[in-house]
């Protein structure tokens, strides 16, 4: 693919599921990748494995060394870390100040750090890795709907303020992949998400037929589309049909 071709990539949550999924499929298109993830062994076994860089370490703050492991450029950055916390309003403040410190900040402070570089020479990529629940939610798990909704919102915003200045934005938004996210989700997990679960390559397959072809919302369920309308056409209907999914899960517990 020639918008990928020799191209800088960072991919951060990369030691495994999706992040090591999308590291694959730009090193197989040709691309120059560094693997970022927190458990250091995870990513060398995947730079290893696809002849790239490893810059193990908290996403937040590896875009310098990673600009530096690619030889002072990075042209696609991928922000795909993230944790799936579960629990209500009630869970702990420590849980929700995590939610949104890895699944919203670290998406802030990587574009604080690359826009400048990015708008200076009219080109950039930024993919956020995001969830069917940042278009509509995911029970059982208020911190990590809230702010998989701001990851969405980010991406969103970057998208419509920075397109005309050469910026590319991405938001991918699969329901259930077969990773040890999804496997952490426990029972609201199975009833939701499992039925129509993915392999993580198909959605590093939906990435890259979305940069072929442009677009910004990335849906690896097409279906989650339909559900996005409906949701939109009728906010009461859509509720009540998922509070009727949530009583299902409280008989279930």
Not at 114 to 127: K, N
Request: glycine letters at 12%.
């Amino acid at each position: 693919m020639e918008a990928v071709q020799g191209a800088g990539v960072v991919v951060t949550g990369a030691g495994g599921g999706i992040g090591a999924a999308l590291a694959r499929r730009f090193a197989d298109q040709g691309a120059r990748v560094v693997v970022n993830d927190l458990d250091a062994d995870k990513a060398k076994a995947v730079a290893e494995e696809i002849g790239g860089i490893a810059v193990p370490g908290d996403a937040s703050l590896i875009v310098a060394e990673a600009r530096d492991a690619l030889g002072g450029t990075v042209d696609v950055y991928c922000a795909n870390a993230g944790v799936g916390s579960g629990g209500s309003e009630a869970a702990g403040e420590p849980v929700w100040a995590l939610a949104w410190d890895v699944n919203v900040m670290a998406h802030v402070r990587a574009a604080q750090e690359l826009l400048p570089d990015w708008l200076e020479r009219g080109s950039g990529r930024f993919v956020s890795t995001v969830s069917a629940a940042g278009l509509l939610t995911m029970i059982g798990a208020a911190p990590y709907s809230v702010t998989k909704h701001g990851a969405y919102a980010f991406a969103e915003w970057l998208s419509l303020t920075y397109r005309h200045r050469g910026l590319k934005v991405h938001a991918i938004c699969p329901q259930g992949v077969r990773t040890d996210m999804l496997d952490a989700t426990g029972s609201a997990g199975d009833l939701v998400l499992q039925p129509t679960a993915i392999e993580p390559g198909a959605v590093a397959d939906a990435l890259m037929k979305g940069i072929e072809e442009d677009r910004f919302l990335i849906l690896p369920h097409p279906e989650v589309a339909a559900y996005y309308q409906a949701r939109a056409a009728d906010p009461d209907h859509w509720m009540t049909n998922m509070n009727h999914l949530q009583q299902k899960w409280e008989t279930t517990e």
